[in-house]
């Protein structure tokens, strides 16, 4: 039987982890090829229903990483992300999806290893899983 490969959506905040998957990828560090990077100018600016949306698509995780706390170019993007992300996680629980399939990640811009493991953890959290029936 053929092990599972999840489908990831990553929404990339552009000034910290987009600028870390690309550190990631100058630093020649490896993550999973089944992670699909979409830059956002902020993940403030991420709509929840870009999120349920890739879900109706088929994938099989999301997850949305901005700025560190404190750290957001746009001020407050990342805290209201993040009161997006677990509204949206209560959401897909009701809905018999399951919330753990989504997550908020924060990360500054050098951190390329920290892009990486990331990528790596959550791709095996969702392969344990398993396909969304």
């Given amino acids: 039987m ?3 490969e999840p ?3 990553a929404f990339c905040c552009h000034y910290c982890a987009y600028t870390a998957a690309d550190v990631a990828g100058s630093m020649r560090i490896s993550y999973p090829h089944n992670v699909h990077i979409i ?11 870009h999120i349920m949306k890739a879900f109706q698509k088929g ?13 957001c170019h746009f001020k407050d993007g990342n805290i ?3 009161r997006r992300v677990a509204y949206l996680k209560r959401l897909l629980d009701e809905i018999g999806v399951g919330g753990e399939r989504l997550e ?4 500054s811009a050098g ?3 920290r892009f990486a493991s990331t990528a790596a953890e959550f791709t095996e959290h969702i392969r344990r899983l398993g396909p969304i029936l």
Avoid: H, N, R
């Fill in 7 to 9: 489908v990831i959506v």
């Fill in 104 to 107: 908020m990640i924060t990360m």
């Fill in 2 to 4: 053929e092990q599972f």
């Fill in 111 to 113: 951190m390329g290893e």
């Fill in 59 to 71: 994938v099989d995780g999301v997850y949305v990483a901005g700025c560190l706390e404190g750290d």
């Fill in 80 to 82: 209201k992300a993040s």
């Fill in 39 to 49: 830059k956002v100018p902020c993940s403030g600016k991420v709509d929840g229903l």
